[in-house]
């Protein structure tokens, strides 16, 4: 038998790694050329628009099935891809009847910046000195890596002998640590490279109540939450309506990410999210100041890590985030 016969396992694992990045080269591409496809569509009437949204829409939601289920991990990215272009191109059309249509160059520019999901909400963002910049992109670069060797160590205890929720809270804890700082410093490279960004994050960890966090974490989803879900379902005027309405779309969403990545619904993203949605409503007006606030934010903890368990059951199928098999009590749900 000749040498070059022999495939060995290395060279079988370089040729599977080529053929998952060409099958998520392949899924890219084709969601952001069906959001381009969408521009021209910004002139039309509402109804021509709203058809070419749908009919982009489908090749823009189903390109992360171009990546096999037996790598969920690279068809979750791909699938964050899609979401990211599809809720895009609802705000555009959204906001196509009452605000002058974007130029190419800024639409092009904007498509990738996932800093902003409201695009006619961007140029008020604002826009600090470069030494602000460079210090929030220091500290943002030096203020990741803690969580990032907590992650680690965190990953490597033997957690057999503990509590699923004592792991649980530990590694989501390790998790923003990280996720907090480093999304403050890829904000910081955006503006310093002439970008405008929306702050990703307003220290969720000084949530003071439940609908206090969902306003300071993921502030350009929430953004666009506020804009185009809360507002037109009533708003201020129906805060309690608008606010569940709001949360089940988030479920929807949510809930159809991970079922194309996990390749089955489970629900528990519909939990988390509907559950959520009740708690925000009922502490949208609640205000904690002083030492009043310290209890309050003691059961902000104790909800968010509690509830946090359904949202991250589903990471679990896409990244072995657990070494303790999920909670019983799950299959309730």
């Known amino acids: ?22 099958r998520f080269l392949l899924a890219f591409v084709t969601a952001v050329m069906a959001a381009v496809a969408f521009f021209p569509a910004l002139s039309l009437s509402r109804s021509k628009r709203r058809a070419i949204l749908l009919a982009v829409d489908v090749p823009i939601l189903l390109s992360p099935l171009w990546i096999p289920a037996e790598v969920p991990l690279a068809r979750f990215l791909a699938m964050l891809v ?11 059309h959204v906001a196509a009847d009452r605000e002058p249509r974007p130029t190419w160059r800024t639409f092009i520019a904007w498509l990738p910046n996932l800093s902003s999901i409201v695009l006619r909400k961007l140029d008020r963002e604002p826009r600090p000195a470069r030494s602000t910049n460079l210090r929030r992109l220091a500290w943002g670069s030096v203020g990741f890596v803690p969580g990032c060797v907590l992650l680690i160590v965190l990953s490597r205890i033997d957690w ?11 590694k989501v804890l390790a998790l923003f640590l990280t996720l907090v700082p480093a999304m403050s410093a890829l904000v910081s490279i955006l503006r310093l490279m002439g970008a405008r ?4 994050m307003d220290n969720p960890f000084a949530a003071r109540t439940p609908a206090d966090f969902w306003r300071r974490y993921n502030r350009p989803t929430q953004q666009f939450f506020y804009e185009d879900i809360f ?11 608008a606010t569940l309405i709001t949360f089940a779309v ?3 969403i949510h809930e159809y990410v991970f079922s194309i990545v996990i390749g089955r619904v489970e629900g528990y993203q519909t939990a988390f999210f509907l559950l959520h949605g009740c708690v925000v409503a009922a502490t949208e007006r609640i205000k904690p100041q002083g030492y009043a606030a310290i209890p309050w934010l003691i059961v902000t903890y104790a909800f968010n890590l509690t509830t946090s368990v359904l949202f991250f059951a589903s990471v679990n199928h896409i990244v072995p985030f657990y070494s303790h098999d999920l909670p019983t009590w799950l299959d309730g749900w």
Do not use: N
């Open 250 to 252: 988030s479920a929807i």
């Open 160 to 170: 057999s002998a503990q509590p699923f929720l004592v792991e649980h809270s530990a």
């Open 197 to 200: 960004a929306r702050d990703p």
């Open 231 to 241: 507002k037109p379902a009533g708003g201020l005027r129906s805060p309690i309506r």
């Open 82 to 92: 899609a979401i990211a272009l599809f809720v895009k191109l609802y705000d555009l």
């Open 1 to 22: 038998m000749r040498k070059d016969a022999v495939t060995s396992p290395r060279e079988t694992g370089d040729q599977t790694d080529i053929m998952i990045f060409a």
